[in-house]
């Protein structure tokens, strides 16, 4: 079985971290992404907010963490508003380990095949799931159904999909299981889990499926903001459900 990604996010908003508990004031995005690396990281999620949401841009600031995060060993993926080949450039300068073009990113399918043909493993896409529609965030109208997107996103080679139930994104409502076992039967491509976890139950829920469905990572944010547990505290459960896994493997298959 190839091993559990578990991504601590840092999303960035006018240069600080997004999401911080009131109680910790503004954070330096810089500074807690070397922390989750020093707590055993070995992927960061960074998401530009601003971006996303058509309020300027971090790219610098994002391309200074990639830098901090290489030199400490650790990979990073790079997100947020990826919707244009300016914005895949940027994002693909910054050295990157993986780029996720953006749910919007689908409402051009020549771009986002390109970008696969292209860049092929170094490119995920992002799916955000509303009811039976991949509806993107902030947006008025969907960019089209489920299944003909996963369909689209097969016939492309697209190597690896970033899962959100928008329902569910920020709200600690734990992870969209049977959306994620579903979805992972109509894809080619591995599926990293983004949003919901809250616990370290969600996180060994989410190794579990791993084991007889596509699903190969999950990014957390607001959890490990909030201390609801720690980064050693989740990478340790992962540890024990995938040695727990080698030892009786499950008998369903992928």
């Known amino acids: 079985m190839p091993r559990f990604e578990l991504l601590p996010a840092v999303d960035i ?12 004031g503004e954070l330096n995005p810089l500074d807690v992404a070397r922390s989750f690396a020093l707590d055993g990281a070995e992927w960061l999620h960074l998401a530009d907010l601003d971006r996303a949401f058509g309020r300027g841009a971090n790219a610098s600031l ?3 963490i990639v830098r901090e995060a290489s030199t ?3 990979r990073t ?5 990826i919707d244009t080949a300016d914005a895949l450039d940027t994002a693909l300068a910054s050295g990157c380990a993986r780029v996720n073009l953006s749910s919007a990113a689908l409402a051009n399918r020549d771009l986002v095949s390109d970008a696969i ?5 170094r490119i995920a896409v992002c799916v955000d799931v509303r009811g039976g529609t991949v509806h993107p965030r902030g947006a008025k109208h969907p960019v089209g159904e489920l299944e003909d997107i996963l369909a689209f996103l097969s016939n492309a080679g697209c190597a690896r999909l970033i899962l959100t139930d928008v ?3 920020g709200a ?10 579903r979805v992972s039967h109509g894809s080619c491509g591995d599926i990293i889990a983004s949003g919901g976890a809250a616990s370290l139950g969600d996180i060994e829920a989410l190794v579990r499926l791993s084991t007889f469905t596509r699903v190969r990572g999950a990014i957390v944010g607001r959890a490990l903001l909030e201390g609801r547990f720690t980064l050693p505290e989740a990478l340790e459960r992962v540890r024990k459900v995938e040695n727990d ?3 009786q493997p499950s008998e369903r298959t992928p």
């Not at 006018?14 to 109680?23: E, I, M, S």
């Open 13 to 24: 908003a006018g240069g600080t971290l997004a999401r911080a508990p009131r109680a910790t």
């Open 62 to 64: 994002l391309a200074d």
């Open 72 to 74: 400490l060993g650790v």
């Open 77 to 81: 993926q790079y997100s947020g508003g």
């Open 117 to 121: 043909r292209t860049h092929g493993e």
């Open 167 to 169: 329902e569910r994104d």
């Open 172 to 181: 600690l409502a734990g992870p969209p299981l049977a959306l994620l076992e």
């Open 245 to 247: 896994g080698a030892a």
